[in-house]
């Protein structure tokens, strides 16, 4: 019987511009529940902890607003992505 491995994707984000590539994928597709998941793997990569130090949010919030069946408000996406070193940015499609 074969198994899989588990991959996780916050292993390979080491950049800032890995991170914002990987971002910028989610937010093309548009699912929130997508989105949701990136940011908490991007968040992972960083450190949850230092991200809550520098977002006031705690670790236990950071978790569930950021995992895939999270529904992080607006203003947490946005002192996250802040944190992160990211802006977000709109465009015409």
Known sequence: MKTAIKWDP???LATEEDMAAYLNAALE???TS???AALGDI???KGMTQLSKETGITRDGLYKAL???GNPSFDTVQKVVRAFGLKLDIATA
């Open 67 to 69: 995992s895939p069946t």
């Open 10 to 12: 916050s292993e390979y």
């Open 43 to 45: 968040a992972r990569a």
């Open 34 to 36: 997508v989105i949701a």
């Open 29 to 31: 597709d548009g699912d």
